[in-house]
């Protein structure tokens, strides 16, 4: 495939024109990648590499239906949404009808951030408050009013929260406040809630909305325990305010069993607001928020007109109509619940090998696995983690690392991933723990109880594997940290990658 530069000069062109603060993947050693397809993407030598991390093709790289949609769009008329188009209105239709009763009234924009912060107006317009409650070490996009409300964001930088700010313990039932030996965690972080809406009272504040990802994905791939949402809700509209469920990243089927992440906690569950982003266009910029007509008349009262030019055009439309074809014609929420099932499956036996692995949790095509340096106090492995996600990378198995510790692997692949990818993504995971663990002698074993204490010393595997990359013969001063068996999994790996069908 032929390229504009090479990649020495494309990544000096980055550091010239793109803004410093506009990160890459793998910033130590970037891939440079020129075409995808399905599940796969290549770079420009035609290294063939798993996508783990993608949950915005969601229904495969290039999909040849999506692209048929948008080409035939696109030859007749893409023009401003306030045009009368069948399209929009058809698409409306058809994201209603996946979504409970009383969701029924659309507004189409661009990406996620977008549509949070519409969701911010509509609360407020709705409720007449101002304040909103978010979820620790969330992040709801990029936007100055969404910075405000996501910790995950302002709790890195320089600014200080906002004192319409609420920020509530994350349900976190592994390492969070109240864990999975609490009687009650979910009415327990439920409480902390009520709290925040009883204090905000007390200084004469009032709330408008508590905001959070139906499952938390940048905070660390977190489920919130049964029945946390409907207790919620309950405080939070009994304060005047509503409830948003952000399902930028966990919705379109990715859970399986449910085509919106919020319906695992129950059909008497129903946000009054829900955002949609990433997954709609399959890497086609188009965004939603969906909400109530009660909500939706009382932001029209406000007389202020809402538009936006591009969303909802006929081709983002015609896009996320495709989009809902194939996840129905391929059966892409089976896929997710067969094959995440099997995953999961996967590396609980992996849990049950390697110290390193705290916690596996997910549900569908949305797990994460959580690194930890001792079992007992479920101290994070941050630079574990990151060793791992490069050692991956270089087994051509793409995924990053998350959560307020940075300790905890994502796995969000598009929806078409097979038993196949699960199989080779495990083996190469359980490859590379197994030369960290080696690399420190026989205190580790070969299998390890839930209490072990992790003893693997990432520095020095380190080391060792980055030398071992580099030349060709081991130094006697290293033999001792290395058998021979580790030493081939260090070099080769597991097995070689399967053959592009």
Not at 58 to 70: Q, S
Request: glycine share 8%.
């Amino acid at each position: 495939m032929s390229e504009l530069y090479s990649k020495r000069d494309t990544l000096s062109l980055r550091t010239r024109h793109i803004g410093p603060s506009c990160k890459v993947f793998f910033a130590d050693d970037p891939i440079k990648i020129v075409r995808a397809q399905r599940q796969y993407m290549f770079d420009e030598k035609g290294g063939r590499y798993l996508d783990c991390i993608n949950n915005v093709s969601h229904v495969g790289h290039c999909h040849p239906e999506v692209l048929k949609a948008a080409l035939k769009q696109m030859e007749l008329l893409n023009t401003n949404s306030r045009f009368l188009h069948d399209n929009i209105v058809e698409y409306a239709k058809r994201l209603s009808a996946t979504l409970p009763e009383k969701l029924s009234v659309c507004y189409f924009t661009n990406s996620g951030s977008e549509a949070n912060d519409l969701a911010l107006r509509l609360a407020r317009q709705f409720s007449g408050h101002q304040d909103v409650i978010t979820l620790d070490h969330a992040y709801h996009g990029h936007l100055t009013s969404l910075i405000e409300i996501s910790p995950y964001k302002f709790q890195e930088g320089k600014d200080i929260k906002k004192e319409f700010v609420h920020v509530a313990p994350a349900p976190d039932t592994y390492r969070g406040k109240y864990r999975e030996d609490h009687a009650d965690p979910a009415s327990a972080y439920a409480d902390d809630v009520k709290k925040i809406i009883e204090e905000a009272h007390k200084d004469g504040r009032k709330i408008a909305a508590f905001i959070t990802e139906s499952m938390q994905s940048c905070g660390g791939q977190i489920i919130p325990p049964a029945g946390y949402f409907q207790k919620v809700a309950k405080y939070v509209r009994e304060a005047g305010g509503v409830f948003i469920a952000d399902e930028v990243q966990v919705g379109f089927g990715r859970v399986g069993k449910h085509f919106w992440s919020f319906q695992m906690h129950g059909e008497d569950f129903v946000p009054d607001i829900v955002t949609m982003g990433k997954p709609m266009g399959n890497g086609h910029p188009v965004a939603c928020v969906v909400t109530t007509r009660e909500i939706a008349e009382a932001f029209c009262s406000s007389g202020m007109e809402y538009f936006n030019t591009y969303g909802g055009n006929p081709v983002s439309s015609a896009v996320g109509l495709a989009v809902l074809d194939v996840i129905e014609s391929e059966d892409l929420r089976g896929n997710a619940t067969r094959v995440g099932d099997y995953l999961i499956e996967l590396l609980n036996k992996q849990k049950a090998k390697h110290a390193l692995i705290g916690d596996v949790r997910g549900c569908g095509l949305f797990i994460g696995i959580d690194l930890v340096k001792d079992h007992q106090k479920r101290t994070p492995a941050t630079a574990e983690a990151q060793h791992i996600i490069y050692r991956m990378k270089e087994k051509r198995v793409l995924l990053s690392a998350d959560g307020p510790h940075r300790n905890v692997l994502k796995i969000k692949p598009p929806m078409c991933f097979t038993e196949e990818d699960a199989v080779f993504m495990v083996e190469q995971l359980d490859g590379i723990l197994t030369v960290l663990e080696e690399a420190n002698g026989p205190q580790t074993g070969s299998v390890i109880s839930e209490n072990t204490v992790c003893r693997t010393k990432v520095s020095a595997a380190h080391l060792i594997v980055d030398y071992l990359r580099e030349h060709e013969h081991t130094p006697p001063l290293l033999l001792p940290c290395l058998n021979s068996a580790a030493l081939r999994k260090a070099r080769y790996g597991h097995r070689e990658w399967p053959e592009t069908p």
